[in-house]
């Protein structure tokens, strides 16, 4: 088969590679029928992430068919057309059954194209496949459900569900990429009274309120605390959530918040950020952050299913498998491209 592999920093080919093949009876082999980059490949080309090692394949997303599994395997079967989750699952360690599944420690977590080979390719081999892939209901589409094997449920769970956004609130987004425009959808599936999107690119913003936004600021030239204050009587916004993984926009949405609010990270921070304890010990300020564990995604596919979110409208991009070189650039130069999901399509 052919895979897009990476060969080091800065360095990745789409070239012939070994077909994988069942090592565990709990895996099954899946033929790609449609896959993305996320902005963490990006970081792993950077060479940012030491555990990937040259000779891997990329990608940690994907929906395809279900071609040969092991013997233990005994949900899905050969022609199921599946979800690959970009966390994998053991289902059985203390955190799975604590529906934590980002943490498992029996073999799981996210995996895919991190310690093993991931979904940039032809063909790739899931481990636990009973509890790391999902079955598709009828009536969506491959790209549609391709958003939830990683960005749906991040900007949901990591963003949305830990920010305890209510009816009513006032969410910050800060950071209007396919992660922060996630969350922005899926805060609204709460009833918010105002969402405000943050961001420095204009084309992000414009996006934003295409999927929900009703106040955007491009904090290069707009004071975001000063326009949330002004909807809030000057409290500050309910929920704010980072969605940049840098420090300013951490302790940004420190800022932002009100007293009693939820601050929630999704970015992740290559470097240490402030915690301002001294003004946020007498705020009631929540802080939480985390990794995705996809426990959400069987109510995302029912909310993709009945047309309450349209996570389908962030692919801006698509090509076939074998431009996958193409796709990168193309990702890699968003500010340029306008990129916010790039879709990769096998021939048929
Ligand atoms: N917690 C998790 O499980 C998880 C999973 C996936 C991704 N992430 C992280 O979520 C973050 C967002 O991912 P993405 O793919 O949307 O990234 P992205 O780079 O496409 O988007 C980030 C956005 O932030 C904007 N931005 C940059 N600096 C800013 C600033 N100072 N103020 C306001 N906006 C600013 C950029 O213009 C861009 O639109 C990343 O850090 C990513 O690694 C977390
Ligand atoms: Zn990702
Ligand atoms: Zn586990």
Not at 93 to 105: A, I, K, N
Request: net charge negative; glycine share 12%.
């Amino acid at each position: 088969m052919r895979a897009l592999v990476y060969d080091g920093p800065g360095k990745r080919e789409w070239r012939e590679t070994p077909d994988p093949r069942i090592i565990d009876e709990t895996d099954a082999i899946i033929g790609v029928n449609t896959t993305t980059i996320c902005g963490t490949d990006l970081h792993i080309l950077k060479g940012d992430v030491p555990a990937v090692t040259p000779g891997r394949i990329l990608g940690h997303e994907a929906v395809g068919i279900v071609e040969a599994v092991g013997s233990a395997v005994t949900t899905i079967r050969p022609g199921d057309r599946v979800l690959v989750s970009c966390i994998s699952a053991c289902g059985r360690c203390r955190y799975c059954r604590e529906g934590m599944y980002g943490q498992c420690l029996g073999g799981g977590g996210w995996i895919l194209g991190h310690l093993i080979d991931g979904t940039q390719a032809e063909y790739v081999r899931v481990p636990f496949a009973d509890t790391s892939t999902f079955a598709i209901p009828a009536g969506v589409t491959d790209e549609e459900v391709l958003m939830l094997a990683d960005i749906g449920p991040t900007g949901y769970e990591v963003g949305v569900l830990n920010g305890h956004v209510r009816p009513g609130d006032v969410v910050a987004v800060v950071g209007a990429g396919p992660i922060g425009l996630s969350a922005i959808m899926g805060a609204k599936l709460f009833s918010p009274a105002h969402v405000v999107a943050i961001d420095l690119a204009d084309s992000r913003l414009e996006a934003a309120k295409r999927v929900g936004a009703d106040v955007v600021v491009n904090a290069t030239h707009d004071d975001a605390l000063e326009v949330v204050r002004g909807l809030t009587d000057g409290l500050g916004a309910d929920v704010a959530i980072e969605a940049v993984g840098v420090p300013g926009t951490f302790e940004q949405c420190a800022a932002l918040v009100r007293p009693g609010g939820t601050v929630a990270n999704v970015g992740v921070h290559g470097k240490p950020a402030t915690l301002h304890l001294e003004d946020l010990w007498i705020k009631d300020v929540t802080i939480t952050t985390g990794l995705v564990d996809t426990y959400s995604t069987p109510t995302l596919l029912r909310l993709l299913s009945s047309r309450q979110l349209d996570l389908g409208q962030l692919v801006t991009h698509h090509f076939h498998l074998d431009e996958f070189m193409d796709a990168y650039e193309v990702f890699a130069n968003a500010a340029d491209t306008q990129a916010l999901k790039v879709v990769l399509t096998a021939r048929s």
